[in-house]
């Protein structure tokens, strides 16, 4: 069992958790409060799994961390490809620049269920995923609009693996030993299951979205979806396809967004890029890897223009307001054991205020 050292909770966030929890917003949540130098609260709330059996969150309760894979990892791996002098920012892989990947401006589509062209060959499914990407992924012309894709992390997935070899390896010596993590992983091993949050009922949101595009794939995986990853582009790659597979406790996902700030993962100049506005005026703030805030956004209206972080399809996020002094992370398995529409943005942004507050 994974130990995490014991901080005080915030009254008010847990009141608020508590609320959503009681409501049906989320079985539980887990979350880490503080600044730069480490966590200030933090606590556990609700259920870590509700059905077909009842287990506690705990503070080290592992989370499927989701789309936060993308700046955790993925992004971190490529800025170090950077700093190393491996690629350069306006390199090209396959005919698309790093930049515009990070950044969510390169042309492809929003999703695309990449499993559906997996050939016989294990060995094959990077190319695979590769060739569905570059034959059905365009979809609009590069730099005109901010499009948010799963598609543009697998494609550096792709790339990392041509620069590094393997990408979990990667992760694994050059982010979580960095950071001297054993509670951050892919592919969680089968005896830390009842550590692990359970996630959604078999793949009932890709069947419906595969089924609004009259894709048909006859291998979705049945029963509760539990210490592996919910995304389905990532579990039929072998736990990751860059985009998703980081498990990890709130207390991993807070080091490493302290890797990020203190330099350990990246230079502080390479921050600076990443944190940059590269699209001014277009439909979303986006950095390299990073989502911006912008006035008006539910969950980011009230923090400061320099804030940056990012979010999980599965109800986890963590943001970082550098003015603020602040990094909050909110972790939850919102999508179990149904994944249903709810405001997770407005839940994120009274959790960050609440943050907000709770630090004057």
């Not at 491996?86 to 990947?101: K, M, P, S, T, W």
């Not at 950071?179 to 969680?188: E, Y």
């Not at 995304?231 to 080091?255: E, P």
Request: hydrophobic share 45%; aromatic share 10%; charged share 20%.
């Amino acid at each position: 069992m994974l130990q995490c050292d014991f901080v005080p909770p915030h009254r008010a966030i847990d009141q608020f958790l508590e609320h959503e929890i009681a409501v049906g917003s989320f079985p539980g949540a887990v979350y880490a409060v503080g600044s730069a130098r480490g966590i200030e609260w933090g606590n556990a709330l609700g259920w870590a799994v509700a059905v077909p059996l009842r287990i506690p969150a705990a503070l080290d309760t592992i989370y499927d961390c989701a789309s936060i894979t993308k700046p955790l990892i993925t992004t971190a791996l490529v800025l170090q490809a950077v700093s190393e002098g491996r690629i350069a920012l306006d390199d090209e892989f396959e005919g698309f620049r790093y930049r515009d990947l990070l950044t969510h401006t390169s042309g492809l589509r929003a999703w695309l269920p990449l499993y559906a062209s997996i050939r016989d060959s294990v060995v094959g499914i990077r190319d695979s995923y590769l060739e569905a990407m570059l034959r059905n992924g365009p979809d609009y012309d590069p730099h005109t609009r901010v499009v948010y894709s799963d598609l543009n992390f697998v494609m550096l997935w792709c790339a990392l693996q041509s620069i590094y070899g393997d990408y979990v390896a990667a992760a694994n010596e050059r982010v979580f030993a960095r950071l001297a993590l054993d509670d951050a992983m892919f592919r969680p091993a089968a005896d830390l299951r009842p550590w692990i949050a359970a996630t959604e009922w078999s793949q009932r949101w890709e069947r419906g979205m595969c089924a609004d595009r009259s894709v048909v794939f006859n291998g979705f995986r049945e029963g509760l979806i539990w210490g592996e990853t919910h995304d389905g582009n990532s579990f039929y790659a072998g736990g990751t396809a860059g985009n998703a597979g980081l498990f990890a406790t709130a207390r991993a996902v807070y080091r490493i967004a302290q890797g990020w700030l203190d330099g350990t993962l990246v230079p502080r100049e390479l921050l600076e890029q990443a944190a940059h506005n590269y699209t001014p005026g277009l439909e979303e703030n986006r950095g390299l890897g990073w989502l911006l805030s912008y006035p008006g956004h539910n969950a980011t209206g009230m923090l400061s223009p320099r804030a940056f972080g990012h979010t999980g399809f599965t109800g986890t996020s963590v943001w970082i307001d550098p003015d603020a002094d602040r990094v909050m992370v909110l972790l939850t398995n919102r999508v179990h054991p149904c994944a249903n529409a709810i405001a997770m943005q407005k839940i994120r942004g009274e959790f960050h205020r609440l943050a907000l507050a709770g630090s004057s």
